[in-house]
């Protein structure tokens, strides 16, 4: 349809343009200026998050050093020296190289001359529990064997991996006391343990859940309510002969003793370990068979009928 305007000039075209770009540049700058807001609020809430999860973190840490101050030997330093076997007590089912004999005349009973089987292990430890899986039938079996007497070692070279609640040391030390109260339901206990074994890295069970997995497995109220009991000692710690007196969980000493032992017996900690008749089983080139049922049965019938 014709038209009377007229058409614009190429300069009012080129001033249109510019005062369109123009505007365009001022909306960019305006969302680019929205958009360092809203970025900046986010980095905020970050940050305060951050900050928040962190304090959080230290809160639960130093609530758990409170709570769990009592529980490792010597408060757990580093610079703590082991105690001797001989100068802690010790479950009354617990033999004097720190384990806890059973065999088919009991728990805390070696059989003569048989084939023994030590296993050292420590409650935090996952390949621990997938070697009990693996074994419990197998172990409870060998147990009831004549010519076989196993071995039970607890240690706790994994309490800093909870988080400061010492899981390994806690979980070692209801266990010793299971031992030495009621010896009857201890390889019980220890499998139930595995059964609910919480992930390392993790705070682990409470006290209260350790208590109900025990009485789960028969061990009385009465044996459980002892758990979290504690004792006086003294301690000394690298570099000093000056001894500390310090307060800790009845059998706490108990196992640091025979974490401590450990090294000496075998030249290293690690778990689990297996020794048969005083040589590691298997190879380092055959640890798979730990978690193989079956191949640790067959391994220590053999060594018995080699015995004649």
């Not at 703590?80 to 009354?92: E, F, I, K, N």
């Not at 003793?257 to 370990?273: E, F, K, S, W, Y």
Request: include cysteine; glycine fraction near 8%; proline fraction near 4%.
């Amino acid at each position: 349809m014709p038209t009377n305007d007229p058409r614009p000039t190429k300069a009012q075209r080129r001033d249109d343009a510019r005062e369109k770009a123009l505007q365009m540049r001022r909306a960019q700058e305006r969302a680019a200026r929205r958009n360092k807001i809203v970025a900046a609020a986010v980095l905020l809430v970050v940050v305060l998050g951050a900050v928040a999860v962190v304090w959080f973190t230290i809160q639960q840490s130093n609530k758990a050093k409170e709570q769990y101050g009592s529980v490792v030997y010597g408060a757990g330093g580093t610079d703590v020296v082991a105690p001797a076997l001989a100068d802690v007590t010790a479950p009354s089912t617990a033999d004097d190289t720190g384990a806890i004999p059973i065999s088919a005349a009991g728990v805390g009973e070696e059989g003569d001359d048989d084939v023994v089987v030590t296993i050292y292990f420590d409650f935090m430890c996952p390949y621990c529990g997938r070697f009990d899986a693996a074994n419990t039938a197998d172990l409870e079996a060998l147990a009831q064997t004549d010519g076989v007497t196993l071995k039970y070692r607890p240690i706790s070279f994994l309490d800093g991996s909870s988080k400061n609640t010492n899981y390994s040391t806690r979980a070692a030390n209801a266990a010793a006391i299971v031992a030495d109260k009621d010896g009857e339901h201890f390889t019980a206990f220890v499998t139930a343990l595995y059964e609910n074994q919480p992930a390392e890295g993790t705070a682990g069970l409470t006290d209260a859940e350790i208590a109900d997995i025990a009485e789960g497995v028969g061990v009385p109220a009465t044996v459980t309510a002892t758990f979290t009991d504690t004792v006086e000692g003294t301690f000394t710690t690298a570099g000093s002969e000056t001894e500390q007196t310090g307060t800790w969980r009845t059998f706490s000493a108990w196992v640091a003793a025979t974490t401590n032992q450990m090294t000496a017996d075998v030249g290293r900690i690690g778990t689990p370990t297996v020794l048969i008749d005083g040589t590691v089983w298997p190879t380092t080139e055959q640890q798979g068979l730990l978690y193989e049922p079956g191949q640790l049965k067959t391994a220590v019938e053999a060594a018995l009928a080699a015995k004649g």
